[in-house]
């Protein structure tokens, strides 16, 4: 059984930064592409950053390039997602998500496999 499992999350001021994990089992991670969508309620999964399933490849919306970093530990079946520079836009439910056709992938309904989330709220 594929389980994701998100921790991390919490309250930061703005300017902030926090450090999403993703703890993977029932897959392996290096063998699937990986993404993290955010979700604010009334508002549909907004995609977020993604990794193929080498690593060789990573994409974010200009919403939060050179802002947030996606990477992966393959030892510890793990994904991360480094905040920094933190606004409170940023504020949302983030959830992680794996793809089995390995390639990055920008769409929420594409993805096989999803954690049930991680509350992040960036105060003022």
């Known amino acids: 059984q594929v389980q994701l499992v998100e921790s991390g999350g919490g309250l930061v001021q703005a300017g902030g930064s926090l450090r999403l994990s993703c703890a993977a089992s029932?897959?392996?991670?290096?063998?699937?592409?990986m993404g993290w969508f955010r979700q604010t309620p009334g508002k549909e999964r907004e995609f977020v950053a993604a990794i193929n399933w080498n690593g060789a490849g990573t994409s974010y919306p200009d919403s939060v390039k050179g802002r947030f970093t996606i990477s992966r530990d393959n030892a510890k079946n793990t994904v991360y997602l480094q905040m920094n520079s933190l606004k409170p836009e940023d504020t949302a439910v983030y959830h992680c998500?794996?793809?089995?056709?390995?390639?990055?992938?920008?769409?929420?309904?594409?993805?096989?496999?999803w954690g049930q989330g991680t509350q992040v709220t960036v105060s003022s």
């Open positions: 998500a794996a793809d089995r056709s390995r390639m990055i992938i920008h769409t929420a309904h594409r993805y096989d496999y």
């Open positions: 029932g897959l392996t991670v290096s063998s699937y592409a």
